[in-house]
């Protein structure tokens, strides 16, 4: 009997053999050095090794598949401009195997679904593309042509092309990205969900309502020159660690850094520069003046908490706001102050978890300091209220004039290295109406103007088999979404499941009643093209696009480009329905650009502009104080605090990465900052809640959510005791995204509240 599709999506639940350390307080140094030479060892052939070292973010160069933290714009070194998860990203991506049909004849999808995702990742990079027909157990092999076929007959026989999903991952190129909503608006619908509606979906949505662009205001420059650094529900040390040297300079010009989260992550406390010997033997620099332990979703409330003594402090007559701003370039001051009144700092600062002492210390730097840039992800995200998140860190920015100028501003801290390109570029299931009008000028057919499918709405409309072809390019969706078993059910519901991937992933053995596997080529490779060697291009964290060319021969000779499979399906599907010559694009990328330079705003001279070794900026109207929202101002918000309430026995969770993992993907078994090694089936918890419940160290227990009356479980955790609030807890993703629930999501921006998680922690009986 076949496996059901919600054990094929669940990580299976043996343990490991967990060893336990004291967490780290210093983080990279001779660590990460001997954790990136092990891994390119281990992972990649030497020779490979070496010259992916020497290219890897270089001018020229190709972009690091793994996070967007932008890259120095003038010198950058050239033994190592690359953190220890970009090598991560490289040793996955350049492995020194493939899989191909004999694999796959060996091994059944059934038996797949039973290894970990670590072993399944590492199994090898995909070598040709791959069919699983109707009540078949293994997948086999497929012509090219034949796999285009067979997804065009499908969508070709929906009842409406609003019965296909079309899913985006963050690292595909701004070229593949383009044609491939392109397409899709073609086909006729503009169900376009991507990654981004899991992660900053709500950074989006509140900074276009406050400040009229979706994001950050602030350049590596600023960072450096900036007096304040707010760091919040952010852990640069594992998951953009090329960030903290930017932190460093900023130190070393005399700013001061903040870091708020509920755990005391090794990144914000020291850093060691790898390539300085005298940090090495010296210990490096601290990095955070304060830490502040908020309890998990206390954000709000401490950033209210700080805002009432400002104003305290402004009505005194201490001068802290920046009222020349706030006159000039601001709307809704007065009704901000009258509904911040309505607010009780004492109780403020009590929901917020965090101490009187704590809290006047920050207080203090946030008074006397007026070049303040707020960084954040996903710990401010992914929360019901997590629009009301993001907009109260704008509100405290206005109040000090820190947007639009030198050394502040807002920074949502993105993490797949180009999921900021692909919203430039058209992925958006409610894309703005200018834009779709540009491409009905200039292709000749009118886009749909119904807003598409979100990642959520997509899930759902799969279960209710409202959806019946989902298409991903890139990721591992069902990996990275939330409420595990109904997400596997709503993909076991397709007619036909596709991904184009360059290695296994889970998301592969929970399928359709049809599946395909397309491999594409790497950030790393080569692609060859009948015009040559193609370029194509990456926007980062902070709206610079610049060029990615890869520089390894492909591992297989049967795949294609992330740019050729769009064209190729468009192709099969649309026939002479099209208007537009997807051959073309196959062919030569720079047409693509000509097109996005006509399309898109800011690409003008775009195959010109992309020459520029470092790139060019994107315009954004927050660096000049020219704010782009419908009352022509920066606008200040009313927001309120979470209003819910745990019970006795509950405690709040929230779902993070362990070091040896980069969203969905899994480098290793250790994480070694927290002093975990060789698992990832645990639970920290706070030793007065272990005491509450009679548990100790390397217990095992199941934990439970409900939500709305529905009970969801997931099973088999080891305790380990942690330096966290009371009353909350953490767990790794995506073990623990089968308890996060579907319609628990951000207001307005539809994120999943994946970062409090209302679970309750039972001893497993033996």
Known sequence: MSTSPTDKSKTPEAFSNLKITKPATNSVGFGSIKSSVSQALKYMKPKNALKLSLKINQKEGFDCPGCAWPDPEDERSTIGEYCENGIKAIAEEAQNKTINRAFFAKHSVDELSTWSDFKIGKSGRLAEPLFLSEGATHYKPIGW????????????????????????????????????????????????????????????????????????????????????????????????????????????????????????????????????????LTGGTQISDVYVPVTINGDVAFIKALLLKMLEKEEQGEHVFDTAFINEFTQGYDAFITDLKTYNFDSCLEASGVSRETFNAVLNLVLNKNKIIICWAMGLTQHENAVDNIRELVNLLLLKGSIGKEGAGTCPVRGHSNVQGDRTVGIWESAPQAFLDKIENKYGFKPTTKHGYSVIEAIKAMYEKKAKVFFGLGGNFISAVPDTNYAAQGMANCNLTVHVSTKLNRSHLVTGKEALILPCLGRTEKDYQKTGVQTQSVENSMGIVSSTKGVLEPCSDALLSEVAVVCGVANATLKERTKINW???????????????????????????????????????????????????????????????????????????????FNTTIYGLNDRYRGVFNERRVVFMNRDD?????????????????????????????????????????????????????????????????????????????
């Open 145 to 280: 042509d034949d796999a285009f076929n067979k997804i065009a007959s499908h969508l070709n026989t929906l009842d409406n092309p609003d019965e296909a999903v079309f899913y985006t991952s963050g690292r595909t190129t701004n070229e593949a990205a383009f044609l491939y909503q392109l397409f899709v608006r073609e086909f006729g619908t503009a169900n376009l969900p991507d990654c981004s509606n899991m992660c900053h979906e709500a950074s989006g949505s509140a900074l276009n309502e406050t400040l009229g662009i979706g994001k950050g205001s602030v350049t590596l420059d600023d960072l450096y020159k900036a007096e304040l650094v707010m760091v919040i529900g952010q852990n640069p040390a594992t998951n953009h660690p090329r960030m903290l040297s930017a932190l460093e300079k900023c130190k070393q010009n005399g700013g001061k850094i903040i870091a708020v989260n509920p755990l005391p992550e090794a990144g914000l406390i020291k850093f060691t520069d790898p390539q300085s010997p005298v940090k090495l």
């Open 583 to 661: 051959s073309a694009y196959k062919n030569d990328y720079n047409l693509v650009r000509d097109d996005i330079a006509e399309v898109v705003d800011g690409f003008t001279d775009y195959n010109k502009k992309l020459k520029q070794p470092a790139g060019f900026y994107l315009p954004n109207g927050a660096r000049e104080r020219q704010f782009k929202t419908k009352t022509g101002k920066a606008n200040f918000t009313c927001n309120t605090l979470p209003k819910w309430k745990l019970k006795d026995d509950e405690l709040i969770m929230m779902t993070i990465r362990s070091h040896d993992q």
């Open 690 to 766: 272990m005491k509450l419940r009679h548990l100790k160290e390397h217990d095992v227990v199941n934990l439970k959510s409900e939500y709305n009356g529905i009970i969801r479980e997931a099973n088999n955790f080891k305790v380990v005791g942690y330096d966290i609030p009371k009353n909350c807890c953490a767990t790794y993703f995506p073990e623990t995204n089968i308890l996060v629930p579907l319609d628990s999501f951000a207001h307005t921006a539809k994120t999943p509240a994946s970062k409090s998680v209302r679970v309750k922690v039972e001893k497993r009986p033996k």
